[in-house]
């Protein structure tokens, strides 16, 4: 619960409709203005690296105001500090009804690490009602601009929430290695955590066991790159595939004792596959 209660007016001026009108309204040409609400200050460097010519927001109609008043959109960064409590309320209030909230990275969407230290409230959407997240320490500028985009309906939202508050730590149990050495599946759990995290790094591990298991021979180094180049082009999201790709070049090959003719290109069978055919 919000320990900050909307006034009545505020709140009945945000509701979805009016929210889903001001969208229509400003598709094309919005203003935002950026609250630094306890940051270290990396959250501001990629807003302000997004702003640059290089990514151009402005074709998207992003632009930066220096008064909330003129504001529609307000990007919330850090933590909220106790001194920043009511300067972040005062700037809500200022911003005209009805306003779009973003918490902006992964202290404005959840504290981050500073989440239950004695001097924060912890994230943006303690405080005031927030329509959109985007996480990251710091986020990138495409992911500010995707926000942003996704925030205007310009960008279908692709992300969703995931919980893991039942989450384990321990890694998957392996009864008996694919290729006759338990140490190859110790080692790509290992790489499989240092290139994407516990939780992620466990999923990227069964993904690349299942695409080998499907090759006819496990062993032969040729049959088994065809049959991960296969599971890698039907992977929706390009970082699995190319982490995929990593472990095979990395890992698999050293086990088997392949040459590096049988590695795969990321760039070719990732990457360029991408551009050609998704965006």
């Known amino acids: 619960m919000s320990i900050y209660q909307v006034p009545k007016d505020i709140s009945s001026a945000n509701d979805l409709t009016a929210k889903l009108e001001h969208l229509k309204n400003i598709k094309?040409?919005?203003?935002?203005?950026?609250?630094?609400?306890?940051s270290c200050n990396g959250c501001e460097i990629e807003i302000f690296a997004a702003i640059t010519p290089m990514w151009d927001p402005e074709r998207f109609g992003f632009k930066l105001v220096a008064n909330p008043r003129h504001a529609d959109i307000l990007i919330c960064s850090g933590p909220v500090t106790r001194q920043m409590y009511y300067p972040l309320l005062r700037a809500y209030e200022a911003t005209p009804d009805p306003k779009i909230v973003v918490a902006f990275g992964a202290?404005?969407?959840?504290?981050?690490?500073?989440?239950?230290?004695?001097s924060v409230w912890g994230g943006?959407?303690?405080i005031i009602p927030v329509d959109v997240f985007i996480p990251g320490c710091p986020p990138h500028p495409a992911s500010v601009i995707y926000g942003l985009g996704m925030a205007l309906g310009i960008i279908d939202q692709?992300?969703?929430?995931?919980?893991?508050?039942n989450d384990t730590t321990l890694a998957p149990q392996v009864k008996q290695s694919i290729i006759g050495n338990i140490l190859f599946e110790r080692d790509l759990q290992a790489e499989s955590k240092r290139l994407m995290s516990y939780v992620f790094g466990r999923v990227l591990f069964e993904k690349y066991i299942k695409a080998i298991k499907s090759s006819k021979d496990i062993k032969d180094a040729l049959l088994t790159?065809?049959?991960?180049?296969?599971?890698?082009h039907k992977e929706d999201d390009p970082r699995y595939a190319e982490c995929m790709a990593i472990l095979h070049n990395e890992i698999y090959l050293k086990y088997i004792k392949a040459t590096d003719e049988f590695s795969i290109d990321t760039q070719k069978e990732i990457w360029d596959k991408q551009n050609d055919t998704r965006f």
């Not at 202290?107 to 004695?118: H, P, T, V």
């Open 124 to 126: 943006v959407d303690k």
């Open 107 to 118: 202290c404005g969407s959840s504290g981050g690490i500073f989440y239950d230290a004695y």
């Open 28 to 38: 094309r040409s919005f203003s935002v203005y950026r609250i630094d609400c306890g």
């Open 158 to 165: 692709k992300l969703k929430e995931h919980s893991y508050d």
């Open 225 to 232: 790159k065809n049959a991960l180049i296969e599971a890698i």
